[in-house]
């Protein structure tokens, strides 16, 4: 059995709570401060964070961390795709690992169950805007069922270097293949 699989033998996954907004925040710091998945130039601070998970969870989206002995591994929600209502059953995920447990198969259990939330909550697709084209956000989503959408040349600059943003997309649930219980209103 390989460290990866022996790690996730006490993941839990469960729903984000304000408690745990400074934990987020230092995961997200991390990514901000030296990779390019996100183009925040200033992380976000543990109260800006703890506003975002009351926020999302208030619209009954999922925010949803994986932790293993009361220590979080990483954290994943979902947010409108766009505001326009057409929009209503489109959600775009977002997804970060502690640096420490990259690689450990957490990204995959969060995504796994970002989508069936998602889908529980009525959202058909999923959409993925990856900062500076990610390797490794992009295998995550392609080994989660997501198919590459479109990539935006140098639309971002971070440490002094031009960066695209690719677009993948998963369907969830019916997908497409029936019309939702409600039309927008």
């Not at 979080?72 to 420490?100: H, Q």
């Amino acid at each position: 059995m390989n460290e990866g699989r022996l790690a996730l033998t006490n993941l839990a996954i469960r729903t984000a709570r304000a408690a745990d907004a400074e934990a987020i925040a230092r995961i997200y710091a991390h990514h901000v401060q030296h990779g390019t998945a996100s183009f925040d130039a200033i992380p976000r601070t543990p109260v800006q964070t703890e506003e975002k998970i009351l926020d999302i969870l208030s619209k009954g989206w999922p925010f949803i961390v994986a932790e293993r002995a009361e220590t979080i591994m990483g954290y994943a929600y979902v947010t409108a795709f766009r505001n326009r209502l057409a929009y209503s059953f489109t959600c775009e995920d977002s997804i970060y690992v502690d640096p420490a447990c990259v690689g450990q198969g957490v990204g995959a259990q969060l995504m796994r169950a970002l989508m069936e939330q998602a889908s529980n909550c009525g959202f058909r697709q999923m959409i993925a805007v990856i900062g500076g084209g990610e390797p490794a956000s992009v295998a995550l989503h392609h080994k989660m069922g997501f198919a590459h959408a479109g990539r935006m040349r140098n639309v971002g600059r971070k440490f002094g270097h031009w960066l695209d943003t690719v677009y993948m997309q998963a369907e969830l649930g019916e997908g497409d293949r029936s019309a939702p219980a409600r039309e927008p209103a």
